[in-house]
């Protein structure tokens, strides 16, 4: 029977010769991977196994990074619970604050070197999904899921069925990959893709970056996809070139393609060039509406950043809109780079400078204000343009706050202008 990239990859890892949607498997893993929010319950259940050590140290990766630095004394302990486990364990792949190699999980697992075509990645975290953008299924779990996917290297798993999203055509200037999958999620719903794979293929996915291609990965989960994954062309094996060497050397990577008579349950055609500039509007990703075709909506907060757009291409664009501007009086720009190697480049290339001047607040890696824990809470009444991934009611503060969610080019021109706008309103002419 043909199969999705998907399908391909899951009858690999369970070791069958083929799978179909709806079958049940056991398949091995590649990554583990577990947060300070996630990680301290499922340690729990880990110690319930009876389990003494890891299945493999250099393959389960905790990473701290959602309520880090850590705001209070109840994060504190949860971190200190994380932090003792992986030295106990010996863990390789355990980032501390301060440490190169620390950031936002779904930035720094990319950047680290830790994915690579073909792999089965689980996390205790819903945008796990991100890794797919690598041609690896990715997806996220529960902490129970977690702790006996470290104890025994292994997890179980429904095989998802598939929808195609062939991409053609070009993006216009400013349109980045956040804004394709923000109007495919207005297209669908936020159940479009219940736990079906969200498979991007066509000639169009050239024509966006790896940066670009990560974003869209990452956000599969809020149309409900079981997981989100491209096909590995020559931008993925540069991007391997260059964060992942040892394993693109060695050859320690597959990569998977369709059959070409694999079976889709629906086939959605997305002409690039004639996605707009788009927000979700609250409280849902998927109340997706073109910039331009709403009043004027006065803004209190912007937040640039997080596992969706905080690489250094985001913080580019950032800076290229924001630099020689101010933002706007009344305004808030917190922009948050995805990791500390970001971070020291924003330092490097005068970014950080460039957006301090500007009026904004430069942050240390954490995801902060997406999930309403620290570094940007809204209160009541307030509104945020957020290049986060969700926008559900007291997402980001305040029940009755507003997070309308936008990719970076219109994050930071409304900071400029202190109401949603785009990049052309503002005068902007840098990196698009």
């Known amino acids: 029977m043909a199969m999705t990239m998907t399908q391909k990859i899951l009858a690999r890892h369970a070791g069958l010769d083929k799978v179909v949607p709806g079958q049940l498997i056991e398949a091995s893993l590649d990554l583990v991977l577990g947060n300070d929010i996630t990680t301290p319950p499922a340690l729990d259940v880990f110690a319930a196994t009876g389990v003494q050590k890891v299945?493999?140290?250099?393959?389960?990766?905790?990473?701290?990074?959602?309520f880090t630095p850590n705001k209070d004394i109840q994060s504190a302990e949860q971190a200190k619970k994380i932090r003792l486990f992986s030295r106990a364990q010996g863990l390789v792949n355990y980032y501390e604050q301060g440490e190169m190699e620390m950031g936002i999980e779904h930035v720094v697992l990319p950047e680290n070197g830790l994915v690579a075509p073909g792999d089965v990645i689980i996390g205790a975290d819903s945008h796990t999904c991100t890794y797919g953008a690598l041609g690896a299924f990715a997806t996220g779990v529960g902490s129970t899921d977690m702790a006996c996917g470290m104890a025994t290297g292994t997890a179980w798993f429904r095989v998802p069925s598939a929808i195609r999203f062939e991409l053609v055509g070009k993006?216009?200037?400013w349109v980045t990959g956040k804004d394709v999958i923000l109007y495919i999620?207005?297209?669908?719903?936020?159940?479009?893709?219940?736990?079906?794979?969200?498979?991007f293929t066509g000639p169009g996915v050239a024509e966006l970056s790896m940066e670009e291609r990560l974003?869209?990965?990452n956000m599969a989960i809020e149309a409900g996809g079981k997981n989100g994954i491209f096909p590995v062309d020559e931008k993925t094996l540069a991007y391997l070139e260059k964060y992942a060497p040892k394993r693109l050397?060695?050859?320690?990577?597959?990569?998977?393609?369709?059959d070409d008579d694999a079976e889709y349950e629906?086939?959605?055609?997305?002409?690039?060039?004639?996605?707009?500039?788009?927000?979700?509007?609250?409280?849902l990703p998927s109340n997706a509406k073109a910039l331009g075709t709403f009043p004027e909506i006065a803004i209190d907060q912007v937040v640039i950043g997080s596992c969706t757009n905080g690489r250094i291409s985001d913080m580019r664009v950032a800076r290229s809109i924001l630099k020689g501007r101010k933002v706007a009086k009344g305004v808030r720009c917190i922009v948050i780079p995805g990791s500390q190697k970001v971070y020291l480049q924003c330092v490097r290339e005068g970014i950080a400078e460039d957006l301090v001047e500007a009026g904004a607040v430069f942050s240390?890696?954490?995801?902060?204000?997406c999930l309403g824990g620290h570094m940007g809470i809204l209160a009541s009444g307030e509104r945020c343009v957020s290049t986060t991934n969700r926008n559900f009611v007291g997402r980001m503060g305040h029940v009755k706050s507003e997070v309308y969610l936008a990719g970076v080019p219109v994050a930071a021109a409304s900071a400029v202008a202190g109401h949603i706008a785009g990049p052309d309103e503002i005068g902007a002419e840098g990196e698009a």
């Not at 999620?185 to 498979?199: C, H, P, R, T, W």
């Not at 050397?249 to 369709?258: D, E, K, V």
């Not at 240390?364 to 204000?369: E, I, L, W």
């Open 266 to 283: 629906e086939t959605h055609t997305i002409d690039l060039s004639k996605v707009p500039l788009i927000l979700s509007f609250p409280h």
């Open 185 to 199: 999620i207005g297209k669908i719903g936020v159940d479009g893709a219940l736990y079906k794979s969200m498979e």
């Open 364 to 369: 240390a890696p954490t995801c902060g204000p």
């Open 55 to 66: 299945f493999d140290k250099e393959k389960v990766v905790i990473v701290p990074d959602h």
């Open 215 to 217: 974003t869209m990965a």
């Open 249 to 258: 050397t060695a050859g320690n990577f597959r990569i998977t393609r369709a």
């Open 171 to 173: 993006p216009s200037r």
